[in-house]
């Protein structure tokens, strides 16, 4: 049972160049989510999803796209690196209703670098 | 937009000793969720609380869903070292159709063997 699985776990970037972010989780949850964290800022929402064919916004989404093509993938995408998307990157999973409702499930973490 | 406020910001406290943190919020919250994250890890649940009163422990950890539902608290009883990390509280906003679940800016906890 792998639970959420993040990849790459590590990256390098330059500024302008583009990358992708993979998320998969095998529970079979409605709900998937990206959060990035930085030092006393806590987990910020980035962008989430209800379900496959679905995205939306969260707390801090410029400079970032999603897909949910398939309900167990979400996919963060980076278009123009900047020096400021330098952070760890958290993907989450939940059920939306009954026991465990909007309870998160985290992946490990992605932590990219924009030089 | 919805914030979630955690206090104190870190702790430094020694082995034995009991801790209590809390988490505030301008807004109602429907259910409150306390992670924890270690070093190099993603967060993982500690307790999960629904209803207003609420109050639920998990071994040493006992958490309380405030009556006025602006507010949890967690209580960590007789410290010990793996204990360390970032404590966050979370909650589902209600703002919006879809619930998206916002974080606090956690709460550091150190502890001196």
């Known amino acids: 049972n792998a639970g959420v699985t993040q990849t790459p776990k590590f990256r390098v970037l330059k500024t302008g160049q583009s990358m992708t972010l993979l998320c998969a989780q095998d529970m079979n949850h409605e709900y998937m989510y990206w959060y990035r964290q930085d030092p006393g800022m806590g987990l910020r929402l980035i962008h989430y999803s209800v379900g496959e064919g679905t995205t939306a916004k969260g707390e801090v989404p410029d400079g970032y796209n999603v897909s949910r093509l398939k309900k167990q993938n979400f996919l963060l995408g980076l278009e123009s690196a900047a020096p400021s998307q330098t952070s760890v990157y958290f993907c989450?999973?939940?059920?939306?209703?009954?026991?465990?409702?909007?309870?998160?499930?985290f992946g490990a973490g992605s932590r990219l670098t924009v030089l | 937009g919805q914030q979630l406020n955690q206090s104190p910001q870190s702790m430094f406290i020694q082995e034995g000793e009991d801790v209590s943190m809390n988490c505030t919020s301008s807004s109602i919250f429907n259910t409150w969720l306390w992670y924890k994250q270690e070093p190099g890890e993603g967060p993982v649940l500690l307790i999960a609380?629904?209803?207003?009163?609420e109050l639920t422990s998990n071994g040493r950890l006992t958490a309380q869903f405030g009556i006025t539902r602006k507010d949890s608290f967690l209580n960590i009883s007789a410290s010990i070292p793996s204990d360390v990390g970032i404590y966050f509280c979370a909650g589902p906003t209600l703002k919006t159709s879809y619930d998206k679940v916002i974080f606090g800016p956690g709460t550091s906890l150190s502890v001196i063997p």
């Open positions: 989450a999973s939940s059920y939306t209703q009954g026991p465990g409702a909007n309870v998160l499930t």
């Open positions: 609380l629904y209803k207003a009163g």
